[in-house]
């Protein structure tokens, strides 16, 4: 398992790819049809229609990914233990700074990624708007339901559910501090205790859309007066939390709460009647992949029972088939009230005017 070039390269072309994107001219090609072929081939837990000799013969698969590395790495390898002859490479970065990244190299005619799992699903339309997605239908995308799927399918399907609510370390919050409600976090005891993530993330984004129009325009101006602190990682988050330096963490990552949790960290996760801001984590093939094949065979793993329980157990994300248990230590989904986006062009849309106000909230600009 190997990360593509050094954290500094990563950050020099995430910082010149924000420009790029303005400027993205790559046509979308036509996508050709595709079905599901006749007789996929049974592999140790999957079906696959991708040619499994010249898959290895490739060698190698790259994934972009807004997943914590440590669980990229976990997970590749459960794949690698599979097929030992391909070796699998990554590079994780938040959802804009990754999009970026991949609209500047195609704009530059560079074709690096073979897979893309991204967590913005304005940035997933938009990718798949300008032919950025292989078609290919996977003979496991039968047990997605039709709105986890492209339409029409083979672009791009929900690899997993995200879910966010509030945590808090209970030895630093007293039982009666306790917020039980979004509404809690308003109160001015909370300032300079509560992180959030930077406007990159795609949850983050979604918390924001989903919430506003039920707690109110001026809800996120007045959340704003408590200062909260911005990062990119939700590892960072409850680092801070566990350590004391911040009480409250607001749209707190659930399955990092269940993960933290598991090894002894003294947390608790409130659930608000009012819901839980959800996202997804879309993943298809690139366009113009360099390992076709090899991004055929992964994805076929990943969306099957076997590959989405290692998901779940690796990434503590709940998979989007019923037939794949919750991750060890959480709720089912079923039993939680999640709330997504109900219209993702307008949520496109509005992602500048996120940006914008997020950065403001968070001090990062005036």
Known sequence: MNKIGSATVVKQIAATAAAAVVVAIWAAPVLAQADVCDKPVQMEGFKTCADVAKAEAEGSIVQYSTDPEKGQ???????????????????????????????????????????????????????????????????????????????????WTWACIIVSGIAYNPNNVKPEDVPKTWEDLLDPKWKDAVNVKVSNSGLQMSAWYVLKPILGDEYFKKFGDNKPRAFDSYVQQYGRLIDGQDKVIMAAQYSGFVEFKAKGAPLA??????????????????????????????LDWLLSPVGQKAYSEILLNHSPRSDVPPPPGALPIDKMKLLFPNDYEDFEKKRPEFVKEWDRIVGARK
């Open 269 to 298: 996760f409130v659930a608000p009647e009012t819901g839980l801001p959800s996202a997804q984590q879309s993943v298809g093939i690139v366009s113009d992949a360099p390992n076709p094949n090899a991004a055929r065979l992964y």
């Open 73 to 155: 790495v976990a997970l590749m390898k459960k794949f690698s233990d599979q097929f030992p002859k391909i070796k699998t490479s990554y590079v994780r970065l938040q959802a804009g700074a990754l999009y970026a990244k991949i609209l500047a190299e195609r704009n530059a005619k560079a074709y690096l990624a073979d897979v893309l799992v991204i967590s913005d699903m304005g940035m997933v339309q938009d990718f798949s708007r300008r032919g950025g997605f292989q078609r290919y239908v996977s003979p496991e995308m039968a047990a997605f339901k039709p709105e986890y799927k492209s339409k029409p399918e083979g672009s």
